[in-house]
Structure formats: C-alpha cells, structure tokens
C-alpha cells in the first residue's frame, strides 16, 4: 500500500506540473527588487499612487527611500544641530506644492503632513480633481535634504 501511495503521489505531482501551475521561483529570488548600485545617489520616492495614477478619494499614500540613507522616527526634545543623526531621515508630504529648497526647515503647518514617527504610509482623503504630491525628507531637524523630494501628479476620481 505505501508503494501505491507514493506512485499516486509522484502521478500526481506530475500531472499538476504539467497543467501549467505556476512555477514559484527559489526564495533567494522571490520578488526581491533589484539593488542599487553602490554608487547610486539616495532618493525618495511614492511607492503608491504612482505618478499620473487616478486614485479614490479616500486612499492609501506609501512613501519608500533608497540609497544610503535610513528611515528613522526623530529622537524626543529639542536637538542642536551636532546632535542631528548623518544619513537618518523622515517623510513629510504636501498636497499641491513643490519640493523646498536644500537646508529648508518644512513648516509643522499646512499644507505638509510629518512623520516624524518613522512612518511611510498615511490614509489621505483629497477632493475630486488633479492634485500635485510632494514627498520631501527631512533630518532630525526637519530641515530638508538636497535630491530628497519627488513631485508626481495624481487625478482623484470623483
């Protein structure tokens, strides 16, 4: 009998491989994204939407980094500038405005949103119509960081 099973069970691995299931690629390559090269400058980016995407009016905003810097919540209380963190960063989004400049403090007012939390991800509810987003990082000062912001355009449907 258990040489019965253990033919009916390689028949049917077979015949299931044959069908055309869908082949799962070894864990080392599963879905990885592709590295950077070790020379590429660091950046901020929207994972989702993307730019040109039509999105609903309640809807889920993710932000990712890559190069060498790392997203970090900012340390507790006031900070001197020799105590801000090389290479450490946090979000800040804005609806319908343009990245600021390099060294800029981002205001803790309207229209930016901070994460000073370490988060990526916000739930955002925005009016029907196009919208320009802006996602700018920031130090432990909140002071902004050269080549760290990207704009994309985004239409919300009605």
């Not at 592709?34 to 993307?50: D, M």
């Not at 993710?62 to 919540?73: D, H, K, L, P, Y």
């Not at 989004?93 to 803790?108: E, F, H, Q």
């Amino acid at each position: 009998m258990k040489i019965v099973n253990a033919v009916m069970l390689g028949l049917c691995t077979v015949v299931a491989a044959a069908c055309g299931g869908a082949e799962t690629p070894p864990a080392s390559t599963a879905s990885a994204p592709a590295a950077a090269p070790a020379n590429a400058p660091s950046r901020v980016f929207f994972v989702t939407p993307t730019n040109g995407a039509t999105i609903k009016p309640m809807s889920t905003i993710e932000f990712g980094s890559s190069g060498s810097v790392t997203v970090a919540a900012v340390p507790p209380g006031e900070l001197k500038p020799e105590q801000v963190r090389p290479g450490m960063i946090h979000y800040h989004i804005a609806v319908d405005t343009d990245c600021l400049p390099a060294g800029t403090v981002i205001p803790k007012a309207d229209p930016w949103v901070h994460f000073g939390d370490g988060k990526k991800v916000i739930e955002m509810s925005l009016a029907p119509g196009p919208h320009r987003l802006t996602v700018q990082a920031g130090d432990d000062m909140h002071r902004t960081i050269a080549g760290l912001c990207e704009t994309i355009n985004i239409t919300v449907a009605q």
